[in-house]
């Protein structure tokens, strides 16, 4: 099989199985983080090569369960209040954190589905007011269209 239809295979198969490519999800904590792509495969657990082949689809799965909870940690930390503010200190604080983590992996504790939008949307009403949830969605509607729509509709009373 050529290369470019390994990827393309890959990549739908990342689709399927996380929802995402997984080069889209590692590219907003980079960008969310503001770190290197290698830091954050320190962070991670997993080499900065390894890394590198999941994003552009050379590989589709990230093997290590472990690697994967802590992708799971990072994006639930992004959404942390200080984290989402830029605050340097809780950034590095997040990051510490997921480095040091030692999650165990179970089907109790790693979801295999998604929750339902109405788990989601009352959680961010707890720990936001509407209006500041809308302002929150139209400053990270260029960059991440998905989370803003989220807040948005968390903010709207949908």
């Given amino acids: 099989m050529e290369d470019h239809k390994i990827v393309q295979r890959n990549i739908a198969l990342q689709r399927e199985w996380y929802g995402e490519p997984l080069g889209d999800r590692v590219r907003r904590l980079v960008v969310a983080f503001d770190v290197s792509q290698a830091y954050l495969a320190e962070v991670l657990g997993i080499s900065a090569p390894m890394l590198s082949q999941v994003m552009s689809g050379r590989r589709a799965k990230i093997g290590n369960p472990v690697v994967l909870a802590r992708l799971i940690m990072l994006e639930r930390k992004v959404l942390t209040p200080e984290v989402a503010a830029g605050s340097k200190q809780a950034i ?67």
Avoid: C
């Fill in 92 to 158: 590095r604080a997040a990051l510490e954190d997921v480095r040091t983590a030692r999650p165990t992996v179970s089907s109790d504790n790693i979801p295999v589905g998604t929750a339902d939008d109405h788990t989601v949307l009352a959680a961010l009403r707890e720990i936001a007011e509407e209006e500041n949830l809308v302002q929150a969605a139209e400053r990270l509607d260029a960059e991440f269209p998905a989370i803003a729509d989220l807040l948005r509709r968390a903010g709207k009373g949908a």
